[in-house]
């Protein structure tokens, strides 16, 4: 099973971003980090992103594959295998979001 995620996950847009994620609740932490849900709020920084030489950086995570049935105040919890898309501010998707590090002990479905 894939592991949950947390605030202390390493998650980037696909040019390199950092995303920053702000959960609604921090009821339920897993090595002293709040887990992660598909409602919380997501930030990217730092995207370099250019279309044909202007600024198009990702702002926004979008998840649209969230945990299947594992809920935190009952919304869906996010897992290594959970699916984000990467929005501009037009809303525009840019890719995936890269999901680089996550906690190894607690997972879920």
Do not use: K, R, Y
Request: net charge negative.
């Amino acid at each position: 099973m894939p592991s949950l995620l947390t605030t202390a996950s390493v998650m980037m847009c696909p040019h390199g971003g950092t995303v920053q994620a702000s959960p609604s609740s921090t009821t339920v932490q897993i090595a002293g980090a709040p887990a992660l849900t598909a409602s919380d709020v997501f930030v990217i920084a730092g995207c370099p992103f250019l279309i044909v030489l202007v600024p198009s950086p990702c702002v926004t995570v979008q998840w649209v594959q969230p945990a299947a049935q594992s809920t935190i105040s009952g919304s869906l919890t996010l897992t290594e295998a959970s699916v984000g898309l990467c929005l501009a501010a037009t809303q525009a998707p840019q890719g995936p979001v890269m999901i680089v590090s996550a906690q190894p002990n607690v997972t879920g479905l």
